[in-house]
């Protein structure tokens, strides 16, 4: 599975570079390529880092003065500060979608719906998408689909997958696991992405959702 992509990045901004400054633009080149590596923007700490500079304080002056002409905005919600890189529009909205409970990598475990929780993720993850909800990530069955214990995943509401999907699987025992699905001639497979666990083989099972991203916090 490809990390997903957290901020969208209009790389058409380097066409304002005659208005920034050698430091403004490292600083966003810097943001553009962390993001494109690790789904995330940089702290302010691996910013000052990054250009040399002393104190984050001279971070701060540098994010205003990108801000003040147009080229980058922050977003600061309870997950943590993101950038986004705008071209002259805005960008990277914030939708609240619902943190229902746990989902097991590993053993599978009894499904519990927990309510009240929420996470805000920006908008091109959700896109049309109409019935998403995420769930915690408890294993390491799925690290090689760099789905890693506690992370978050985006589940798209469906009864449908083809095979290959990441899919939240409720069994006949009430238990949920998160796997790969293939529906074999007889069978239905659940597939692990990590050698230490082996596949779970039933007749039949219920599918809650399939996986369309992946959160993690630094």
Same mark, same amino acid.
């Given at each position: 599975m490809v990390f997903i992509r957290y901020i969208k990045i209009i790389h058409s901004y380097e066409?304002?570079?005659?208005?920034?400054?050698?430091r403004q633009k490292q600083i966003l080149?810097?943001?553009n390529e962390y993001i494109d590596k690790f789904g995330t923007a940089p702290s302010l700490t691996e910013i000052k880092e990054h250009i040399g500079v002393k104190t984050l304080s001279t971070v701060h002056e540098h994010l205003a003065k990108l801000e003040a002409k147009g080229v980058l905005e922050k977003i600061?919600?309870? @997950? #943590?500060?993101?950038?986004?890189?705008?071209? #002259? /529009?805005?960008? #990277?909205?914030?939708? /609240?979608?619902p943190l229902v409970g746990l989902i097991a990598a590993g053993k599978p475990i009894l499904a519990v719906e927990t309510l009240g929780d929420t996470i805000n993720l920006p908008s091109e993850i959700i896109g049309k998408r109409k019935n998403v909800y995420c769930l915690k990530v408890k294993g390491d069955s799925m690290i090689d689909s760099m789905i890693m214990d506690g992370d978050i995943v985006v589940v798209e509401k469906t009864e449908y997958a083809q095979n290959g999907d990441t899919v939240v699987a409720l069994l006949d025992d009430s238990t949920a696991t998160l796997k790969k699905f293939y529906k074999e001639r007889k069978f239905i497979r659940l597939k692990p992405a990590n050698p @230490?666990?082996?596949?779970?083989v039933v007749d039949s099972i219920t599918i809650q959702g399939k996986v369309i991203a992946i959160f993690r916090r630094y």
């Open positions: 066409k304002m570079n005659s208005v920034l400054y050698p080149s810097f943001i600061k919600d309870p @997950n #943590g500060l993101y950038f986004s890189i705008r071209d #002259g /529009q805005h960008i #990277g909205s914030l939708i /609240q979608v @230490n666990y082996e596949d779970i």
